[in-house]
């Protein structure tokens, strides 16, 4: 299975920069075909900035559309909210869903993490589903009992390999500088490995993510790590070179 690459741009930049980026990453890409033998790339980019990429992406099959988010109803007076048909409509393939700060800013359930990836799936979305601890969830211990719970409650019935792809981002991690140890996330990925295969036939294909400061400097002893099929990246994901920096340390 190739690693999927994902960046997570998160609420950054303007037009003009997402252009570029988008522009940087495929122009790097094309300057190391290689990297396409081993990876996938895929860049979530504001939802305003969607088209502004898509129109960047077009004719290029090397990088893959997505957002960030989408709501849980089909349509109607939901008033700032983007669905899934219209991400359909403006070839975003991918939807994040469940990110942390999603769960903490716009307090977002479980139950409506699940009902967004039922309507993004029968858009015909992929979902990358996120899930992680707290800080202190961990230190109590509770890490496992959290992921588990956040797994069960946020992946619907729909869910397959093929159109799921879970991110395992312990909060504590995400733009902090701080990295879970290399045995702290072997032990998560298998634990996460274990749960799909309670319920999924074909669990051994859906990609496990891990997220939370993957840099360069850091890739390589976490992506080699056993259940890690990519990372989804925020901070370094603005930046051309520190993107494909880690694409780089996939061998
Ligand atoms: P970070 O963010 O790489 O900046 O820690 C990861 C994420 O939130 O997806």
Same mark, same amino acid.
């Given at each position: +299975? ?17 252009? %570029? ?36 992406? !077009? ?44 769960? !903490? ?5 479980? %139950?409506?993490?699940? !009902? ?33 719970? !956040?797994?069960?409650?946020? +992946? ?5 390999? /093929? ?14 500088? /701080? ?8 032990? +998560? ?14 669990? /051994?294909? +859906? ?7 993957? /840099? ?36």
């Amino acid at each position: +299975m190739k690693k999927l690459i994902a960046g997570n741009w998160k609420m950054n930049g303007l037009r003009i920069d997402a252009q %570029e980026l988008a522009a940087d990453i495929v122009n790097g890409i094309y300057k190391d075909e290689a990297l396409l033998e081993r990876c996938n790339f895929l860049v979530c980019p504001p939802s305003i900035h969607i088209g502004v990429v898509r129109h960047t992406l !077009q004719n290029v099959d090397s990088v893959i559309l997505g957002a960030q988010d989408c709501s849980a109803h089909e349509n109607g007076a939901y008033t700032g909210d983007i669905s899934a048909q219209m991400l359909s409509d403006s070839s975003c393939a991918y939807v994040i869903l469940g990110h942390s700060e999603r769960r !903490q800013y716009h307090e977002e359930s479980n %139950e409506l993490v699940a !009902q967004k990836a039922i309507l993004a799936h029968e858009s015909g979305r992929v979902t990358i589903i996120c899930v992680g601890e707290s800080e202190q969830e961990r230190e109590e211990g509770r890490e496992k009992d959290v992921v588990g719970a !956040q797994l069960a409650g946020s +992946m619907p019935g729909s869910c397959t390999a /093929k159109n799921t792809v879970i991110a395992y981002e312990p909060v504590w991690a995400i733009g902090t500088g /701080k990295t879970a140890c290399v045995e702290d996330v072997r032990v +998560m990925h298998a634990f996460i490995r274990e749960k799909l295969k309670e319920r999924l036939e074909d669990y /051994k294909n +859906m990609r496990i993510l891990y997220g939370g400061s993957m /840099k360069p400097a850091n890739a390589k002893e976490l992506l080699t790590v056993e259940n890690v099929d990519g990372g989804l990246i925020g901070g370094a994901s603005l930046s051309a070179e520190q993107f494909l920096g880690i694409a780089k340390e996939v061998h």
